[in-house]
């Protein structure tokens, strides 16, 4: 199973990007999609999640401003990001419960894509 994730790059204070985590291989499904971040020099924080039933959960820091959601067929998961400021930079990775077979789950993190805000 490989998480790919695109639409990083560079975007001015106030602008708007939307990330897109595509999962492909060999699984029943994606129980949990979730989008997490690392600045340079910080750790790794959870951004936002979003579960097969639609329930949602975001980070404090981004509430009100990013949107995660989900097309369950198409195995994908996006991050809608607006309002971006200079604090948002980092590299935004994707990561999946995915229910292999049965009862087997797996976590599952993508590459990462660099999302850059700057003027």
Do not use: H
């Not at 959870?46 to 067929?73: C, H, M, P």
């Not at 049965?102 to 660099?114: F, M």
Request: net charge positive; with cysteine; aromatic share 10%.
């Amino acid at each position: 199973v490989q998480l790919v994730e695109s639409g990083g790059g560079l975007v001015q204070p106030g602008g708007s990007l939307r990330l897109s985590c595509a999962a492909s291989g060999s699984f029943v499904s994606i129980t949990v999609m979730e989008w997490y971040r690392q600045a340079s020099g910080k750790e790794r924080e959870l951004v936002a999640t979003a579960t097969s039933d639609g329930r949602t959960n975001y980070a404090d820091s981004v509430k009100g401003r990013f949107t995660i959601s989900r097309e369950n067929a198409k195995n994908t998961g996006y991050l809608q990001m607006n309002s971006l400021n200079p604090e948002d930079t980092a590299v935004y990775y994707c990561y999946g419960t995915v229910l292999i077979t049965g009862r087997t789950y797996r976590g599952v993190w993508g590459q990462g894509t660099l999302v850059t805000v700057s003027s």
